[in-house]
């Protein structure tokens, strides 16, 4: 077998696989619809939880599955549990 060359005719290239993206639904929607007023309950510390990674961050909205409008309402009141030491401001 010949050594590996990219110049030889026989060389192929792989199409790379393509990613299937899953669709996330927000955590915050009821029934499937945004509540409104937006608001994020500061003491529900099981919901906040999940939505901050073991380092004690906010996770990103990629990785949530959060709207613009979720998320910012969750990094409030994150930062509100934050303040009345309901979480930690690091990881454990």
């Keep these: 077998m010949p050594p590996f060359n990219r110049n030889n005719k026989n060389f192929r290239r792989r199409k790379p696989k393509t990613k299937i993206k899953t669709i996330r639904k927000d955590p915050l929607f009821v029934d499937g619809e945004r509540p409104r007023p937006m608001y994020v309950d500061y003491k529900d510390v099981e919901l906040l939880r999940k939505l901050i990674n073991r380092h004690g961050r906010i996770s990103s909205r990629r990785k949530t599955g959060c709207s613009a409008v979720s998320q910012h309402a969750v990094s409030l009141a994150v930062k509100r549990a934050r303040f009345m ?5 690091v990881g454990e």
């Design 85 to 89: 030491a309901l979480l930690p401001y």
